[in-house]
């Protein structure tokens, strides 16, 4: 489908559109009538329906472009926001958020739509999400995180605000939320780690962040199952940010907590936390295992090459926008957790000299 | 500046909008005369230009905001373009591309402007680049890279379309370019090497592009000034994407061409070329001192943390809306190569083994 629509998006498009006016011209419809009659909407009844369908094939009229781009002619531009903390100001160099801008990117491309992108201060969330999409610049808003901001995002929602978010699934969600199953990908990275014969696992990441907490959930069942307790020296609250994994080792070391392994909440620190170890004169993985997490591209060539859970970036855009289409053309779109999946590379590998 | 800026595009600016209109609608002139007096353009007389400076301070609105927020504040949107190749229809995922989209929409949140962000084929350039403008969506554009389009370029600048261009310098130029310094960057990085005593140095890059055939001029040149003569058969054209450093070392080998040092034209090219030479035995920086070019975040804390060519990536997405913000404000915009500088660090250092 993506390839199809790739073709639609591009030369063709002028042209489809205004068959599709015409349609809605000829038929003496609406182009959301003509939009449900293509799509079998049971809301338009039989006879339209078929006066709709023999017109489109005598115009031939590619059915396969999609409903949504006959109601959304006039505006085919989605808002794509990336908050920023206003105290820290961080400028946009998280591989992993511009991974996911990415995937956006490609995915509204492959479906015909422009991404407007803006950088919006996260106290100021709840007002400026909607503001593009209530001026009518947008039909649609994807908000990359939830930022703690539960409760605004679910008042967007209460309001009929389109809205998709990426992030946890969270109890009293109202909001549309597509995210990577986090305790099964905590689960797995620890699992894997224990069967390497690990037993001082370290947990790098900042379990108030809903998604971090539920790894650390899943990385503490994993113990558990193994009747190993939970020592809190061994978790440490970096952001995700460069220096994150520097300070998460420093922490260790500084505590003097013996580990023999690292989890991390995201490949960034994972990376900056193995050069941290380095510095220490501990190897990776002989003397300390490492495991990530996102599965950035840089993973696969990074020295060692890095273990981690995979969270499928590409898949995760084109979720996000294929849910966001369809809540505005009017169907349900239901919050989904994408698979996560255990990626054994060199830095918490098969061969490992502690197992 | 960008401090300031940054206040102004967050909380007041509804509140500064409101001021800037009422200025213009009680001194009896357009949004774009109220503009030029704000900055003593001479196209404004004394009398009307003394008239609207007392009201700006009697509304205490804030000359700092800039005149373009006045004429433009119904439409505070710039499109951002990064093409793709049709037949090989690459996902956004290049690190260099990725940062460049995060240091432009960091500038543009910092003036209080959107991004509209699409994907265009190469091969509908000159086309479809505009057409965000030409519809009114935007008041601008930034187009990241030549893509070989040189000419459509031109047209583009010789109808006044305001585009800024990140590329390389090149003759009978019309458009806004802006870039870094290419041939200077060759040299420093080949200079380095051969103080290093390094003489077999291959130069990974597609040099039928302007900016590595720039790069391997200045690579060239710095061989020339040594007195050793330059062997094609240690370039190899590499495309930049991941398997390109690969490649280029599986080019090399195959040669069977002796070589001592790789200059590679992205620090992704030199990252992916370091996990090949490894894969072959060879040692960085001891057999193969590597320098890359861009210095993204990852090279810093890459193993072996990379020598590199820095691109000012930050003050690249600045320098790009400003020249564009300039040209849409009327002022004359120049193009400008910004200044490249060598970042010293392991993977071809100072402590080298062969020196």
């Known amino acids: 489908m993506a390839k199809a629509r790739q073709d639609d998006s591009s030369s ?5 559109r205004l068959q599709m006016a015409d349609i809605a011209r000829l038929a003496g419809v609406s182009t959301a009538t003509v939009s449900r009659a293509l799509n079998n909407s ?34 085919r531009s989605i808002s794509v926001l990336i908050p920023f903390d206003r105290k820290s100001h961080q400028n946009l160099t998280d591989p992993f958020l511009l991974a996911m801008l ?6 509204l491309t492959e479906q015909g739509f422009d991404m407007l992108f803006s950088r919006i201060p996260v106290d100021e969330l709840g007002a400026a999400a909607a503001a593009p999409f209530d001026s009518g610049r947008v039909v649609g808003i994807i908000l990359v995180g939830q930022w703690g901001r539960h409760e605004e995002l679910n008042e967007l929602a209460a309001r009929k605000v389109p809205i998709v978010v990426w992030g946890a699934q969270l109890p009293r969600q109202l909001y549309c939320c597509i995210g990577s199953d986090n305790v099964s990908g905590g689960t797995l990275a620890t699992e894997h780690l224990l069967a390497q014969g690990r037993r001082r696992i370290a947990f790098v990441g900042d379990i108030d962040l809903p998604e971090p907490a539920q790894r650390y959930r899943g990385h503490c069942e994993a113990l558990a199952r193994h009747g190993i307790a939970v020592d809190p020296r061994l978790q440490v609250s970096s952001p995700f940010l460069p220096r994150g994994g520097r300070e998460a080792v420093e922490t260790l070391q500084a505590r003097g907590v013996d580990y023999d392994a690292v989890f991390a909440c995201s490949d960034l620190l994972a990376m900056t936390a193995i050069d941290s170890l380095r510095g220490h004169g501990r190897r990776v993985p002989d003397d300390v295992a490492v495991v990530g997490y996102d599965d950035i591209d840089q993973s696969a060539y990074f020295h060692p090459r890095l273990t981690t859970i995979r969270q499928p970036i590409g898949a995760a855009g084109r979720a ?19 698979p996560t999946e255990l ?3 060199a830095s918490a590998g098969e061969h490992d000299h502690n197992g």
Chains 1, 2 share one sequence.
């Open 343 to 345: 990626v054994v590379r």
């Open 320 to 338: 996000m926008v294929t849910a966001l289409l369809a809540m505005i053309d009017g169907a349900p779109a239901a919050s989904a957790q994408l």
């Open 12 to 16: 063709d498009t002028a042209q489809r």
């Open 102 to 107: 990415g995937s956006l990117a490609d995915a």
């Open 42 to 75: 049971p809301l338009v009844n039989a006879e339209t329906r078929g006066r709709i369908l023999e017109l489109a094939a005598s115009l031939k009229y590619s059915i396969n472009i999609g409903a949504q781009n006959l109601r959304l002619k006039q505006n």
